[in-house]
């Protein structure tokens, strides 16, 4: 009886374990505490860059400069399908958390200035979001800098229609 216990005991300890890690995953939490799933602008503002203090990465000077278009359309059970088309950068989610490489990378979704998605394909489905509300993509590197032209961040954006 105590080893089907202890058996049962240890077998609840993986699942729930995985499942807080899944959990922790689907939040953008990685293993070392740093959330990514949030912006990192403790006083309110609209900050669209959520690593404000990350060296950003400068498109050279007659470099092909990348760019994203974005639209959003009402899903029908929920939220938003959201449509982001890159030219001159492919997603790279084989990459992230690697070194930069000029024409790889992904993208931040921020909702009114907050970040609600890290992106790492063409479509996403955004739960959130009234109409009206501001929705912006900005480019970043596979090493999760910011990617700008002239200084300014590389980034789209749409309002979110009825």
């Given at each position: 009886?105590?080893?089907?216990?202890?058996?049962?005991?240890?077998?609840?300890?993986?699942?729930?374990?995985?499942?807080?890690?899944?959990?922790?995953?689907?939040?953008?939490?990685?293993?070392?505490?740093?959330d990514h799933a949030t912006g990192h602008d403790a006083g309110g503002h609209a900050e669209v860059h959520d690593h404000a203090n990350a060296r950003p990465v400068e498109i050279a000077p007659g470099a092909t400069v990348p760019a994203v278009a974005l639209t959003a359309t009402r899903d029908m059970a929920s939220g938003w399908n959201v449509h982001v088309a890159l030219?001159?950068?492919?997603?790279?989610?084989?990459?992230?958390?690697?070194?930069?490489?000029?024409?790889?990378?992904?993208?931040h979704l921020y909702l009114d200035g907050v970040k609600v998605a890290r992106v790492y394909g063409p479509w996403v489905h955004l739960p959130v979001g009234d109409p009206g509300a501001r929705l912006t993509a900005a480019l970043y590197s596979n090493d999760h800098r910011p990617l700008t032209s002239d200084g300014a961040p590389i980034q789209a954006s749409v309002t979110l229609g009825d």
């Open positions: 009886m105590l080893d089907r216990g202890l058996a049962l005991f240890a077998i609840g300890l993986v699942f729930g374990g995985g499942f807080g890690f899944l959990t922790a995953a689907g939040m953008g939490v990685t293993l070392d505490g740093h030219t001159g950068l492919a997603f790279a989610p084989e990459h992230s958390g690697q070194e930069n490489s000029p024409g790889e990378g992904h993208v």
